[in-house]
């Protein structure tokens, strides 16, 4: 169940001031929304706003006018918001927003923690064979942790290396003070977090714009 609540937009601000961090990526206000500075092969610039008033949707639509500007809308969406953002192109509407509280807990075996306690980045791997199997990252700030980029090689799935490095990743983060995990969650990725604890608090969907970069 989706538990939208008043504090999103907090919480979301949040989660940008994380994800930024984990990718090392500038990120500065554009009206009600974030915008970063992604710098990756699918696009250079994302914004992310929740719960935009009409108008500002409208600003925000406008200005994705092309491939490499994403636009990421979090919370419910009406039909208004829906009929100004059919302009755009749709990358995914089927994300989540989840959160869970974030305890100390043991190191599993076989997760190796990359770097020292005093980075604000946290980065886990699994190896098989001397092989990196499956691996994450998660970026503190102050009592929350954003979860990031958690991933397992297409060889090695089914195999429950996703929790160990949700595991190891939550060991390395709870040590750094943090209490709350958030995450912007895949329709796969879900069924891992929810077995996990996860809940869902909104929904998200992303948008780009359809004429080309340049």
């Known amino acids: 169940m989706i ?5 999103l937009i907090p919480l979301v601000d949040r989660w940008v001031e994380g994800w930024a961090l984990s990718r090392g990526a500038a990120r500065h206000r554009d009206g009600d929304a974030w915008q970063v500075d992604v710098a990756a092969a699918t696009r250079a610039v994302e914004r992310i706003v929740a719960q935009p008033t009409p108008a500002e949707l409208t600003r925000l639509v406008d200005e994705t006018s092309t491939s490499d500007v994403w636009l990421s809308v979090v919370g419910p969406l009406d039909g208004v918001a829906r ?17 869970a509280p974030v305890s100390a807990t043991l190191l599993p075996a076989d997760v190796i923690l990359d770097g020292d306690g005093d980075d604000q980045v946290v980065h886990v791997r699994v190896e098989v064979d001397g092989v990196v199997a499956a691996r994450g990252q998660a970026a503190v700030v102050g009592e929350h942790v954003v979860f990031d980029r958690i991933a397992t090689e297409p060889d090695f799935r089914r195999r429950g290396l996703g929790r160990r490095v949700m595991a190891g990743l939550e060991h390395g983060a ?17 069924r891992l977090y929810e077995s996990l604890g996860w809940r869902e608090v909104a929904e998200l969907g992303t948008w ?7």
């Open 83 to 99: 009929e100004t953002l059919a302009r755009l192109e749709a990358v995914t509407h089927a994300e989540r927003m989840m959160t």
């Open 3 to 7: 538990e939208t609540t008043d504090g």
């Open 174 to 190: 709870a040590a750094r003070g943090a209490t709350t995990g958030l995450l912007f969650a895949s329709v796969d990725g879900r």
């Open 208 to 214: 780009r714009g359809r004429g080309l970069p340049g």
